[in-house]
């Protein structure tokens, strides 16, 4: 439920994730803090490279190589899964938390059957305790749950066999097979035709909230994130810039970021800019100081291009992070 303050299931805090490349040194993360009540839909958005997709990854520690985490914890029912051990974060992956991605492609082995690759995850996940009946039994639910048509069929395909769709749809019976907690769905309609778009994000919405999972949901859709998602954070190159509850962040954005963010838009009328909030995210290899924003923002001051403002609480249980809120 929206304003009400949830059990913390996860903790991000003070997160800071660099990436080694060719020039340099990509300071990406800067500080990222978020925190998913139990059972709680939380919604990340911001531009693409706003380093959405690696907190996600941070907390399944999947990071690619040359990601180094510099900082910060990630306190999941209380263990830091910066500092757990393998075998720690295995059973974490295998039985609690779920990742879905933008392609489900990167999910799906080629050369097994759908069949095969959902009675693996459905064994792993119960610790290799069921009968092969069970699990058979298991998998037709899934795929009838996420409404495959003809899952006799689809159980037997291989993943080129499949639409775009039925492959997402068979993802999400997967990631619903091992997630008994938290669901990471990072943008997982984005490569799908706008009419399937919205009927996995709402067979998202309506799967997780039957099973009370949380979910941290990463889209572009903002009118989706704003009717499935409790709370929002809004993100800007690598930092927190604006948090609170869903429907306030996106009827009432305070963050000047948010604000054109919310206003550039794709709207159902076809009245917004194609080309979004104007201005680029800024260079990952020498971030500009102070409030990362400040190149792009139209109210930026001489304070915003030397110190990173803070979280600020504002009224209706937001935070903000911009000194145009900080009472001086
Ligand atoms: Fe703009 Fe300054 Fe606020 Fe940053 S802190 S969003 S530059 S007004």
Redesign the pocket.
Known sequence: MAGEKKEALLEIRDLKVNYKVYKGTLKVLNGVELRVGKGERIGLVGESGSGKTTTLKSILRILPYNASIEDGRILYKGIDLLRADERVLNEVRRREIAMIFQDPMAALNPVFKVRDQLYDIIKESARGKLAKEEIEEIAYRLLKEVRLPDVERVMDSYPFQLSGGMRQRVVIAMALASARELLLADEPTTNLDVTIQDQILRLLADLTMKRNLSVILVSHALGMVRKMTDRTYVMYAGDI?EEGDSGEIFENPL???TQLLVETAPKLTGNWNPRGVPGRIPDYLNPPP??R??TR?????Q??REKK?PMIAVEGGKRV????YYKR
Do not use: K, Q, T
């Open positions: 810039v963050h000047p970021y102070g409030c924003f400040h923002c139209p109210f930026a001051e304070i915003c403002p992070r911009c000194w145009l």
